[in-house]
């Protein structure tokens, strides 16, 4: 009897335990990534590290400004082209298609959303950046390729996330609409995805987070070159791309610089991540 | 005049036809959500299609032979080495993320702050990108714990980054299991600890399946955490030594770009896996739905 109860109140804190470990590891991670970066930040000057518009470690020279714009411009064009789609096809699943075909095209978002990001990123290579640099001006290697990638690539994220808000809303909204004489159309897009629209704006902002995040797909296809760009058509240095492409050589200062770039994606990331859980808790109120 | 009646709620397509004249707003509504259905589907195939058809004639039997050289980049190392990787990642997440959820839903009580800040921290850790993931691997597992590129500084990584998947789907299923089997097995005498392991675990076991098979399809794409964690060296390692998964061996031979017929062949490998990932997870669900119907 007592060994049953020391048995019970044991694995109670074992338990305990595994539940904060995830507590644990994000304290570790914010620890590690501030402690090794932040001081190559103050070395550096923070001026310097945010507004500098030369990433030259061999002359000293750590501005990473324009990885910055190449994250933005790059997520944005992301944005431009997945979100529409993504909230398009969300409503078309949610709420146009007959069950069968939804049977369908659900397996197809999924594999979409598990196809690995090498392989799309090969497939971005191969394919996107000839047909880039047929059709439009520079060597396909561009802003706009990576970003017609990453749009593909956030479109499962966007269309999941959007679709089960907009099934969540009640059916008698749908159903009033169409009694006052609106279309199918009309009362959908009117409606119904307005009532779903903290839960579709979650889904931008998570898309948001994973085009910023991508690292291996978007090297494979940006072109890397650390300046500031003038052109849609050129190359450009995500903050990702940075740290993977120069972290395997890199040493002392240029290391930390590396790893301070990683710390500014973080502080990113953290944001767009309290966003999506204020958006996500204001959608269930 | 001749009247025929139809259900209102099911026009013909002439009716619907008809009422699109009278609404062109709607119907180019229509257009756009058919058009974006048709632009989803046709990327999925004609990327699955173009990898398939570039790939397949490159599986030759040499390429899963045991040994790897530069003349015969064999992807036999590193599929081992992909075996090792999500068996090791889930040696360390699968007990914790269980666990996790076990005490969030059966022991925390509601409204706890301490449960509060383990869902936040978990959702965090859900969005944080596997690139800082790879830097944290490397500055904490790789030298702060000397575990120099290692499958094992690898797995430990990947660990972390799946953990929220395996939580979260373990919670869901537990949250499934209906009270009535807690009660039941209580009112036959049983322990918590009893009750658990024998009645609300076992009743579970679909769901969480459905979450580490997710788990292992992040882990079989991963490349960004795992360069500078396990590293790229392409034999078949063993717990301390630093290996490349099939993902990283893509990522090499394509950045190489001496072997493009083999990044095809290692491609058309990846996605059957994620193809086999993908159909049994929704059978798992289909099962699941079942039995909750």
Redesign the interface.
């Known amino acids: 009897m007592n060994i049953n109860k020391l048995k019970e109140i044991v694995m109670k804190y074992v338990f305990l335990f595994t539940a904060i470990i995830s507590i644990v590891a994000v304290v570790l991670i914010c620890v590690f990534l501030f402690a090794n970066g932040v001081p190559a930040m103050k070395e550096i000057g923070f001026a310097n590290f945010l507004g500098g518009t030369k990433w030259k470690p061999g002359n000293g020279l750590y501005g990473i400004f324009p990885m910055i714009l190449g994250s933005i411009y790059v997520t944005g064009g992301a944005l431009i082209i997945g979100v529409p789609i993504g909230i398009l096809m969300s409503i078309f699943m949610a709420r146009f298609c007959p069950d069968r075909l939804h049977k369908v095209l659900k397996p197809i978002v999924d594999l979409l959303a598990g196809i690995p990001s090498i392989v799309y990123g090969f497939f971005g290579l191969v394919v996107m950046v000839p047909f880039v640099r047929e059709h439009f001006k520079g060597n396909g290697q561009s802003i706009l390729t990576a970003a017609l990638l990453l749009g593909i690539m956030i479109l499962p994220t966007i269309i999941s996330v959007s679709e089960s808000s907009i099934r969540a809303v009640e059916e008698s909204y749908y159903e009033g609409a169409l009694a006052l004489g609106a279309t199918h159309e009309r009362s959908v897009f009117t409606v119904v995805v307005p009532a779903a629209k903290s839960g579709v704006f979650a889904a931008v902002v998570l898309g948001v987070g994973r085009a910023l995040g991508e690292t291996m797909a978007v090297m494979m296809v940006v072109g890397n070159q650390a300046r500031v760009p003038d052109s849609i058509f050129k190359g450009v240095r995500t903050l990702t791309t940075n740290i993977v492409l120069e972290m395997g050589y890199a040493t002392d200062l240029h290391r930390e610089a590396l790893i301070a770039t990683g710390v500014v994606l973080f502080v990113f990331i953290l944001i767009i991540n309290i966003s999506f859980s204020i958006l996500k808790r204001r959608g269930k109120e | 005049m001749e009247k025929n009646i139809t259900p209102i709620n099911q026009l013909s397509w002439k009716d619907r036809l008809k009422?699109y004249k009278k609404?062109p707003?709607?119907?180019i509504?229509?257009l756009?959500?058919?058009?974006?259905?048709v632009?989803?589907?046709t990327?999925?195939v004609y990327?699955?299609g173009?990898?398939l058809i570039?790939g397949v004639p490159y599986l030759r039997p040499s390429l899963f032979s045991l040994t790897y050289n530069s003349d015969n980049v064999s992807m036999m190392p590193a599929i081992i080495n992909t075996i090792t990787m999500v068996l090791l990642a889930l040696l360390f997440s699968v007990?914790?993320?269980?666990?996790?959820a076990?005490?969030?839903v059966?022991?925390?009580k509601k409204g706890n702050k301490?449960v509060e800040?383990?869902r936040?921290?978990?959702?965090?850790?859900t969005?944080?990108?596997?690139?800082?993931?790879?830097?944290?691997g490397?500055?904490?597992f790789v030298t702060?714990l000397h575990w120099g590129y290692s499958m094992l500084a690898g797995a430990a990584t990947l660990a972390?980054m799946v953990?929220?998947v395996i939580?979260r789907t373990t919670e869901e299923a537990l949250l499934c299991v209906p009270d009535m089997y807690r009660e039941g097995s209580f009112g036959l005498g049983a322990?918590?600890?009893r009750t658990i392991f024998k009645i609300v675990l076992p009743t579970a076991i679909p769901g969480i399946l459905s979450g580490i098979i997710l788990a292992i399809?992040r882990i079989?794409?991963?490349?960004?955490a795992l360069?500078?964690t396990a590293g790229t060296v392409a034999e078949a390692a063993g717990v301390m030594d630093s290996g490349r998964t099939l993902?990283i061996h893509?990522?090499s031979l394509?950045r190489e770009g001496l072997h493009?017929n083999e990044?095809y062949a290692t491609?058309v490998v990846?996605?059957i896996v994620?193809?086999l990932?993908?159909g049994l997870?929704?059978l798992i669900a289909r099962k699941l739905e079942a039995a909750t119907k």
Do not use: Q, R
């Open positions: 009422s609404h707003g709607s119907f509504l229509l756009l959500v058919g058009a974006s259905a632009i989803t589907v990327v999925l990327l699955v173009y990898i570039h007990p914790f993320g269980i666990g996790a076990i005490y969030l059966e022991y925390a301490l800040l383990v936040i921290t978990a959702e965090t850790l969005g944080i990108p596997s690139i800082i993931y790879g830097l944290f490397m500055l904490f702060a972390i953990l929220p939580m322990g918590k600890l399809g079989v794409g991963e490349t960004a360069i500078y993902a893509m990522y394509s493009t990044a491609a990846l996605l994620v193809l990932i993908n997870s929704s």
